[in-house]
């Protein structure tokens, strides 16, 4: 039992042993946007809108005089797009006026900024900055639980349970595996237990009423 989570990490690189994120940027700031835009939508999609976005808006003061209704327009595409535009925005204008136009690598500052939470916080800390990070998303959240890695209810408890088990050598790939994983084989409906790779160490798939999904 006292390997099983050693066990299970060693599987889940084997399957994912490239797995980084698939958003593209080359900043801090184009990664925060890019996150920003990621909710609910794919990151294909996410990708497919930003090289225009990112040519506009270079720098978060530049964001950060754009029209809300003009920038919905241009982010048509991802969905959400007029909260997106607002949050993105009211983000660059504090970006602007109180961290000198840059994005700041403290969590705390991070979440000072409207429309970014904790898992949009730490992708950018860990993608940006090279900060290990442990973020919940949805796959994380759904496939954590399934393995039973975490009974937690929210995405924070979750967070906590799986950084108290995994080196924080491993977290942001841990992050980036999970995720590979829940989008590919664990998804959230018929998922391919099957053909897993994880199987061996799944709650899910042996004792199935262990699940809420
Ligand atoms: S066995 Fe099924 S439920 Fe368990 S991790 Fe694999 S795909 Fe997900």
Redesign the pocket.
């Known amino acids: 039992m006292a390997k099983r989570i050693p066990d299970l990490l060693g599987a889940l690189a084997a399957a994912y042993p490239a797995a980084r994120t698939e958003l593209v940027f080359h900043s801090p700031f184009e990664l925060l946007v890019a996150t920003m835009l990621s909710a609910q939508t794919t990151d294909r999609q996410v990708n497919r809108v930003t090289p225009l976005l990112f040519a506009r808006y270079p720098t978060p003061e530049a964001l950060a005089a754009a029209d809300p209704e003009v920038l919905a327009g241009e982010i048509a595409g991802v969905g959400l797009n007029r909260t997106k535009a607002r949050h993105l925005v009211s983000a660059a204008q504090r970006l602007a006026a109180v961290f000198h136009g840059q994005v700041p690598p403290r969590l705390e500052d991070l979440l000072t900024l409207p429309g970014v939470g904790r898992k949009t916080a730490k992708v950018v800390l860990a993608n940006a900055f090279g900060i290990p990070g442990l973020a919940v998303d949805t796959h994380v959240f759904r496939?954590a639980r399934?393995?039973g890695l975490s009974a937690g209810r929210t995405p924070l408890e979750v967070e906590k349970d799986l950084e108290a088990q995994i080196p924080p050598t491993a977290w942001t790939a841990t992050h980036h595996r999970l995720i590979q994983?829940g989008r590919r084989?664990?998804r959230a409906r018929n998922?391919?237990?099957a053909s897993?790779p994880?199987?061996a160490y799944?709650l899910?798939?042996t004792q199935p009423e262990k699940s809420t999904d």
């Open positions: 496939v399934r393995l994983h084989v664990c998922p391919r237990c897993c994880l199987g799944c899910f798939r």
